[in-house]
């Protein structure tokens, strides 16, 4: 009754208990991000099924899990390439994550294709799919292959391959 009697007189208390609370709590959290970031740093940094854009050497690393569909995704390309361009020592490391429909997972399809056959044209064909205005799917990403003169059925082949599939479920086991 002394500690509730005080409370009550003082109520100003609970919001600095809270406060405090709350500062522990995202503590404990951003430490809990840094061990699992410790934890997967190599698959996220070095995978080999994941395409690199800048310096492949360099001494920063981005990582962008992205679907070609999601707007955010789609603005952070400008800054991306203005990031690679300004310092040489950064690397973007590109982890295909579609996660909003169908037609997100038929442009990944594509997209990783591209990067098993033709991977010099991986970053030409990554940035033109994020920039256009029309929702990416097989069909818009398969028309810039050919717009772009990439080996086609080499490409729609390689859709299919096992490689597709355990780059996609790698980012979504990352992402977890």
């Known amino acids: 009754s002394i500690v509730r009697d005080y409370l009550l ?15 522990k709590r995202e503590a404990e959290a951003s430490a809990a ?16 099924l994941d395409p690199v854009l800048g310096n492949p050497e360099g001494d920063v690393t981005l990582v962008e899990f ?19 361009e300004a310092d040489d020592d950064v690397r973007v490391v590109f982890k295909e994550f579609p996660v909003l429909g169908e037609s997100s997972i038929e442009a990944a399809q594509v997209s990783i294709a591209v990067n098993e056959v033709a991977p010099e044209a991986y970053e030409e064909f990554h940035v033109r799919l994020m920039e256009t205005d029309e929702p990416a799917n097989a069909r818009l990403a398969l028309a810039l ?3 772009m003169g990439l080996p086609r059925a080499e490409i729609e082949a390689a859709m299919t ?6 780059t996609v479920e790698e980012t979504y086991q990352l992402a977890n």
């Not at 991000?33 to 410790?38: C, K, N, P, S, T």
């Not at 391959?161 to 355990?166: E, L, N, S, T």
């Open 66 to 84: 992205f679907d070609y569909n999601c707007g955010y995704c789609r603005r952070a390309m400008e800054d991306i390439l203005r990031l690679v």
């Open 9 to 23: 007189a003082n109520p100003e208390l609970l919001e600095e208990v809270f406060t405090e609370l709350q500062r």
């Open 33 to 48: 991000r840094i061990e699992q970031l410790a934890v997967y740093r190599e698959e996220l940094e070095n995978s080999p």
């Open 145 to 147: 292959v050919d717009e």
């Open 161 to 166: 391959a096992p490689v597709v599939q355990k």
